[in-house]
């Protein structure tokens, strides 16, 4: 069964604190996202990779960056963490690039 | 310039009636279509993907595509209480993914 995992469901961190957000995912897919999900603006994609240690910026990349060393984990870090980055975050994985994406179950971030 | 526009709604439907559910997007050149469910504090999950023109059946789904006008919809059938959801539009263009902001379901009992 796919399965995309995300290391933390809520995380309440504090403005400049740095941020990891990790996901795994255990389908051998080459492709890899990060999206934030806010009320109103939908789903919007931070970054994502076809390949390990590859990386593309997708809409909004501002005060992110991401981290692949292997396959099968991507993770998100947020250097100096703001108010404004409070949000859902999802991790998806795809076999091909315009298949079907995989998400995983979320991690909420709350930043004080 | 949003590359996919839904309906938010929200959309109320009885039980047993059909839902209708509708996305329009902006790039002719847009190549696959998706539509995801996503229940309230959860992730979202697949129900139909689309490619071609026409009508695609999967159970109580049918995913419709017009390529010339640039729409495509998802029909639910015999509509359940636990339908309620949010229904994502997903349209695939360049390699990346455009979401819609999601169409909110509600099916009364």
């Known amino acids: 069964d796919v399965k995309v995992t995300q290391s933390s469901r809520y995380l309440v961190k504090r403005t400049g604190e740095k941020v990891f957000l990790e996901c795994v995912q255990d389908?051998?897919?080459?492709?890899m996202f990060w999206y934030r999900q806010d009320p109103g603006l939908g789903l919007r994609l931070i970054y994502f990779?076809?390949?390990?240690?590859?990386?593309e910026k997708g809409d909004i990349p501002e005060g992110y960056s991401v981290s692949r060393e292997k396959k099968e984990r991507f993770s998100l870090i947020l250097e100096s963490a703001s108010t404004n980055q409070t949000s859902m975050y999802l991790c998806?994985?795809?076999?091909?690039?315009?298949?079907?994406?995989?998400f995983g179950e979320g991690s909420r971030l709350t930043v004080l | 310039q949003k590359e996919v526009e839904q309906n938010s709604g929200p959309l109320s439907v009885p039980e047993g009636a059909i839902a209708s559910l509708n996305c329009t997007y902006s790039?002719?050149?847009?190549?696959?279509f998706f539509w995801y469910r996503q229940y309230s504090g959860k992730s979202p999950e697949l129900i139909m993907f689309?490619?071609?023109?026409g009508d695609k059946e999967d159970g109580r789904f049918t995913a419709q595509l017009n390529k010339a006008s640039q729409y495509v919809s998802l029909l639910i059938r015999d509509s359940q209480p636990s339908d309620s959801a949010t229904y994502l539009c997903?349209?695939?263009?360049?390699?990346?993914?455009?979401f819609g902001t999601g169409t909110s379901l509600t099916v009364i009992p």
């Open positions: 997903a349209v695939n263009l360049g390699n990346q993914f455009y």
């Open positions: 389908m051998d897919h080459e492709n």
């Open positions: 790039d002719r050149g847009s190549q696959s």
């Open positions: 998806a994985s795809s076999q091909s690039r315009n298949g079907e994406l995989f």
């Open positions: 689309i490619y071609s023109n």
């Open positions: 990779s076809y390949d390990v240690k590859m990386k």
